[in-house]
């Protein structure tokens, strides 16, 4: 038998309007990758598992940047940093900078009524509308929750959501 991860996350349910569909699909692939990274061993966690040097916790830190920056206009001076995380970083706090980016996050979100209307504008770039933006986080969580799952397998047979 496979081992699980610690937590096993549902994906949202159907029916609801579009704005909740989005906001759910995004929340779930958050708790999918947020639950890649808790109780996962040191140091592999934070190891590279390929040859980019990408890691289970930097995926988390890259996010929480990520989330910061596109949601809440918080600048990013170098990416490639944002997928290394420092020796002194610790999975719960990582975890859990990611968990309250997000909740900051989600707040923005709940502001929109209309999801045609301009999402905030990141350092740099040209608005987009909120629902090009929910999609994009969507496609960006999804894109790094499906790395998470596969070098969470490889360092300890953890597979699920």
């Known amino acids: 038998m496979t081992a699980r991860t610690k937590k096993d996350v549902k994906p949202p349910q159907t029916g609801a309007d579009e704005k909740a569909t989005l906001v759910g699909f995004l929340d779930y692939l958050r708790d999918s990758i947020a639950a890649k990274a808790e109780g996962a061993p040191e140091p592999q966690v934070r190891t590279a598992g390929v040859p980019s040097g990408t890691s289970v ?50 707040q923005v979100i709940e502001s929109y009524s209309d999801l045609t209307l301009p999402a905030p504008a990141p350092p740099g770039k040209q608005p987009s509308s909120m629902r090009w933006l929910l999609v994009h986080m969507i496609e960006e969580t999804g894109r790094h929750a499906g790395h998470a799952d596969i070098l969470r397998e490889q360092i300890d047979g953890a597979t699920g959501r």
């Open 57 to 106: 916790l930097g995926l988390i830190k890259h996010l929480t940047c990520v989330e910061g920056f596109y949601f809440l206009g918080e600048p990013v001076k170098n990416w490639a940093a944002t997928m290394r995380p420092g020796p002194e970083e610790t999975v719960e706090d990582l975890v859990a900078a990611y968990r309250e980016t997000v909740s900051r996050a989600n």
